[in-house]
């Protein structure tokens, strides 16, 4: 099983690399950021010791597919994909918060409300809900954007600009990005007999100052679906909902006494239970952008991403 967890390139006009999670960005001249998505796997801010086969390539042709889908209403970084796993775009300042939209009770928000607590970055969650129960409306919970290693931490809109992490101005910007892209996902996943659950969006600002959006986009590391079909009913019987994210990795940790708490220890993940993962990624990539997924040739990633860079670079 070919995956590619680390890169260490030397590209012509290379100024810089940056390695995130999952993600590792190489700044070049010219103010361009070349973006390779790894096939790393991320699960309560704690990287996994081995590699999903394919992770990388689903989740940057999902996201360079969905930036493709809103760029009619929001701007954003990529110019240009000459690899499955590689995105290149324009350099920008990011963000230091995520913009982290619910449009359900779900996950972190679940976990929060199961505590008692009725309110989650200084927005008030209704009384009487159930896990899963759609928001009245759509809430924004922000994060603060954490370093690789830290986790990453609720903030309210008030203390994002009482403490100038985000001016006003650019706040109400980013606000609205996120309710309109939020909007066009619910959409396109409708129209996939998907719910759009909840999701992040990660922004900066070019050099010429506008605000665009970066990073990744309605994928599975990202954002939380579930099956249309069968909402209603498993609601109304009180049963777990069918999804499609990340979740299925989050319980598996759980289910052996992994939340990424100080002293606990990473369960082995079996080959078997990798295949596993990585066959739920191409489901998901199936399912949210509804074309068959090609598997890129992986007998030497890095060569090829290194050969298709050149001859884009060239």
Known sequence: MNTIIDT???????????????????TLEDDLLLMVATDRLSAFDVVMPKG??????????????????????????????????????????????????????????????KQGKRWLCGVEMPEGMKENDAFPTPIITPATKAEMGDHDED????????????????????EDYTRKLFARGTEIAASRGLILVDTKYEFGKTAQGEIVLID?????????????EGYEE??????????????????????????????????????????????????????ITGENFHKADTENIQRRIENNVLAYLS
């Open 8 to 26: 260490n390139f030397n590209f012509p006009g290379q100024q810089s690399l940056y390695k995130g999670k999952v993600r590792e960005v190489y």
């Open 52 to 113: 999903i086969p394919y992770k990388g390539q689903i989740l940057n042709q999902i996201a360079t597919k969905m930036m493709k889908d809103t760029e009619d209403i929001v701007p954003n970084w990529l110019v240009a994909t000459p690899d499955p796993n590689v995105a290149i775009g324009k350099r920008c300042e990011p963000f230091k918060v995520e913009m982290v939209i619910r449009g359900y009770m779900s996950g972190h928000a679940a976990r929060e409300y």
């Open 155 to 174: 903030i309210s809109r008030e203390e994002i600009l009482k403490r100038g992490i985000v001016s006003q101005e650019d706040y109400i910007i980013l």
């Open 216 to 228: 990744e986009i309605h994928t599975p590391d990202s954002s939380r679906y579930f099956y249309a």
């Open 234 to 287: 498993r609601q109304n019987k009180e049963e777990p909902q069918k999804q499609l994210s990340k979740e299925f990795v989050r319980q598996w940790l759980i289910s052996n006494n992994f939340q990424g708490l100080e002293g606990q220890t990473v369960p082995e993940m079996s080959d078997a239970y990798i295949q596993s993962v990585s066959e739920r990624y191409i489901e998901l990539y199936e399912n």
